[in-house]
């Protein structure tokens, strides 16, 4: 059982978010049975505190006293423990314990090791283990390509991280980090076969990352490098790409982009515009920014023009480290400067992989005609997206409570079962945008509207088509 933190008497902050069950509690009341009113006032004042009961159940129901488990879902930490405190004010009821359920879902963790060979017999250990795996070994040592075929290198990937740039949380280290990387092996797993493990490492060296990643790298078919922050995350993918013979992708850039991608292409079908013919105003610099620019110019987009915190990145900028001079050499064609919400004057798109509420809804009308917004932050985006679809013909959030979500779970486990199918020994630009094409496609034209511009994460068919169209790209470019 784990519990709520108690809030303070007095008041407490409304919730930031809806009610969903990564913050849902379960609730063990205790119930005077005589009481026959007492469950409807629980689940109104549930509702009334802005809660979302999603089950009731009797655990107990002899005697004088009812045993009632009440699953109420909330919107954060606080909300949760306000509901809590609500409930245990009502006549005739009382808390007994609460427990989150999202702490008890992770308790002992979210992965383990399983053999996939039956080990009940005498001949079963014989041929496994000693001394019959010695002939597999030798066969390995005279051809080391042999070791994706017989052993798990062919279907396995290290998650890599330092644990400095993780979800929206910061630099928490990568201990805190390990949740989430437990999270990314798991959704692999049950997307596309792929068996992943997390690599928590406890350093932000980058010559450190670096050679452990080779040093660990025999073990393992690709290298997913996760939650590290910028500009150290260009450098460490740029090396382990040199030094490594197996795939080496960053999926805070490269998974981005290439759903990014896929939904601009839908998008701009429902607005009738060729992405040769467009402007994308990009507002975000970091990894994912860049690689979002890169993939779009490699796709053949009209002109992109990127703004900072601090404008429009522009001839006339003197402040650029080499990552940001790309964008001036590469993009921003007609050479323009201004600040930061200037970069949407005539744009046919607005990019946003930044932070929170950077520009308002109104500016969005210095947009050309029909735009389509893509504001990514999350959990609060770049612009309210309610509001901007009062301007805009498409809106798509990186959150799950809004149309539209650009979830990178919809690129990295096809992107890998491709790459690990074809024996791939790096990732092109060419396969990236093979899968945000593939993506794209699995939305047939009766079923495109400007609420569905981009399939769902469960949807079965696209990791399946993802990974297809990338192993045909990698064994049709020799990568």
């Known amino acids: 059982m784990t519990s709520i933190p108690s809030s303070p008497s007095g008041d407490v902050p409304a919730p930031t978010l809806a009610p969903s ?60 423990a306000r509901l809590t405190e609500v409930v245990d004010a009502l006549d005739g009821v009382g808390v007994h314990k609460v427990s989150d359920r999202t702490f008890l879902l992770h308790l002992g963790g979210k992965l383990e090791v399983r ?32 070791a994706r075929r017989l052993t798990v290198k062919g279907n396995t990937v290290a998650i890599v991280t330092d644990g400095t740039a993780v979800l929206g949380l910061g630099d928490i280290g990568p201990l805190a980090a390990l949740p989430v990387m437990e999270g990314k092996a798991a959704l692999f797993k ?50 382990l790409r040199e030094a490594l013979d197996i795939p080496v992708f960053h999926d805070d850039q490269h998974g981005t982009a290439i759903v990014v991608l896929a939904a601009l292409h839908n998008a701009l079908r429902i607005v009738g515009k060729r992405l040769e013919d467009v402007t994308v105003a990009l507002i975000g610099a970091g990894a994912a920014g860049m690689a979002c620019a890169k993939l779009l110019v490699a796709e053949g987009v009209g002109d992109l023009v990127a703004a900072d915190r601090d404008g429009i990145l522009g001839p006339g900028r003197t402040d650029l480290d080499a990552d940001r001079r790309w964008f001036v050499e590469h993009a921003n064609r007609t050479g323009r400067d201004g600040t930061t919400v200037d970069v949407l004057d005539g744009a046919d798109v607005l990019l946003g992989v930044s932070g929170p509420d950077v520009i308002a809804p109104s500016d969005l009308a210095r947009m050309a005609a029909q735009p389509i917004v893509f504001a990514l932050a999350n959990p609060t985006p770049e612009v309210d997206p309610v509001e901007a679809r009062r301007y805009a013909a498409v809106v798509a959030t990186g959150r799950s409570d809004h149309p539209n979500q650009i979830n990178n779970v919809l690129a990295f486990p096809g992107v890998f079962r491709g790459a690990l199918d074809a024996r791939a020994r ?49 064994e049709r470019t020799g990568a």
């Open 190 to 239: 049950e997307f596309a076969g792929v068996d992943a493990w997390p690599v928590c490492l406890d350093t932000t060296d980058v010559d450190e990352i670096v050679r452990t990643v080779v040093a660990i790298a025999p073990t393992f078919g690709g290298i997913n490098l996760e939650d590290i922050a910028a500009p150290r995350c260009f450098e460490i993918e740029a090396r």
């Open 426 to 474: 790096f990732i092109t630009d060419e396969m990236k945008i093979a899968a945000a094409r593939a993506i794209a496609d699995v939305i047939t034209d009766d079923e495109l509207r400007p609420e569905y511009i981009i399939p769902s994460v469960f949807n079965p068919s696209v990791a399946e088509v993802v990974a297809e169209a990338v192993r045909r790209e990698a």
């Open 115 to 146: 053999p996939t060979v039956p080990l009940g017999t005498r001949d079963d250990l014989s041929m496994a283990y000693t001394p019959g795996v010695a002939r597999v070994c030798n066969a390995i040592a005279r051809t080391p390509e042999d």
């Open 21 to 80: 069950a990564s913050s849902s509690v379960t609730l063990r009341l205790h119930v005077a049975a005589d009481d026959a009113g007492a469950i409807g006032r629980v689940t109104t004042a549930v509702g009334d505190a802005g809660g979302l009961v999603v089950a009731l159940d009797m655990v107990e129901t002899a005697g004088d006293v009812l045993v009632v488990d009440l699953t109420v879902n909330a919107g954060d930490d606080a909300h949760a």
